[in-house]
Nanobody
Framework: QVQLVESGGGLVQAGGSLRLSCAVTGLTFRRYDMAWFRQPPGKEREFVAGIRWSGGSVRYGEFVKGRFTISRDNAKNTVLLQMNSLEPEDTAVYYC?????????????????WGQGTQVTVSS
């Protein structure tokens, strides 16, 4: 049984930082590409960042603009998202997902393994 559990969300003031963590069990983590997505209130889910099993092919959503960093620790079966310079527009539920990379895009629909999400709220 594959499980993804996010943690690290919370309430932060604009300009602050948060580090999200996603712990993965039930699969050989080091073999899988991973990604973060988010869903702002009333909007569609959108891609935040992705990283290949090797740590390569890192991609970010256009809105990130150098503020976020995705990383992974294959020894701990964990993928991280360091978020700096947070803005109120970053308020969303953040999800991690197993997301195979097709050479251009991270594709969570190919496995449909998602975490339950963690709320990030940025106050102005």
């Amino acid at each position: 049984q594959v499980q993804l559990v996010e943690s690290g969300g919370g309430l932060v003031q604009a300009g602050g930082s948060l580090r999200l963590s996603c712990a993965v069990t039930g699969l050989t983590f080091r073999r899988y590409d991973m990604a973060w997505f988010r869903q702002p209130p009333g909007k569609e889910r959108e891609f935040v960042a992705g990283i290949r099993w090797s740590g390569g092919s890192v991609r970010y959503g256009e809105f990130v603009k150098g503020r976020f960093t995705i990383s992974r620790d294959n020894a701990k079966n964990t993928v991280l998202l360091q978020m700096n310079s947070l803005e109120p527009e970053d308020t969303a539920v953040y999800y991690c997902a197993v997301a195979p990379f097709d050479g251009d895009t991270y594709r969570p629909e190919r496995t449909d393994y998602w975490g339950q999400g963690t709320q990030v709220t940025v106050s102005s």
